[in-house]
């Protein structure tokens, strides 16, 4: 989970005293110390508070024993690339994530078929689907057809999103997907601010009704037959 080295390596990074750490933690100074230390063998749920804090404040935990400041926050991508670039971060992110969940609100899927093909998309949920990475998407009132099996969505008035920008949460990351012909992806990596949308998008998705239908749509039938063509 981590080390002792990575949690004195990370408050360097930050400047941090053993207080700050503790403050940040919302942990008793003498907690940290003995950590730190190798005093004590720290329960993982301990490290788990000490990585939020650190993660919370820009550290980034790196495989093995490494340690940087996160230099990429936020990730924007026009044009061609910007339709590949938001379903790789979903998959990569997602797929190393925990909960193994990415949160979608917004997601008008016969407008975004129009602009970047029902395969493209029918292959991007199918990867996902391979990599046991769960979807819950909540979509428009009247919607009627889906790319996913419609356990997947629930319903709310279209009012109380805008039609064109979808909202992506997953992982540490938020992220939005908008324009028309020229497509924009802009990825915010930061976990407080993700974990406030998915609590927000869990309020929403409480009072969403289900689609009245149990089975996956002719629009997802399209889907896999245009991705099976390819």
Known sequence: MLEC?????A???????????????????SSIKNIENE???????TLVQIRDAFESNGVEFLPGSGVKLKSDV????????????LFDSIYTTAHASPDR???????DEAQAAQYDGLARMAENNARLQRADIRQRILVGEGTTEFLCDTACYRLLPRERFGR??????????????TGTLRRRTIIIEDKA??????????????????????SIAPWGTRAAR????R
């Open 5 to 9: 080295s990575q949690i004195r390596a």
């Open 11 to 29: 408050r360097a990074l930050l400047n941090w005293s053993q207080s700050d750490l503790a403050k940040a933690a919302q942990m008793a100074n």
């Open 39 to 45: 005093n004590t063998t720290a329960r993982r749920e």
């Open 74 to 85: 936020v990730t924007i991508v026009n044009g061609k690339a910007a339709t590949a670039a």
């Open 101 to 107: 969940e990415v949160l979608v609100l917004g997601l």
């Open 164 to 177: 064109t920008v979808p909202v992506y949460i997953y992982g540490d990351k938020v992220a939005s997907y």
């Open 193 to 214: 601010l993700a974990q406030l949308q998915r609590s927000i998008f869990q309020s929403l998705w409480n009072d969403a009704r289900g689609p009245l239908s149990v």
């Open 226 to 229: 245009a991705a099976s063509q």
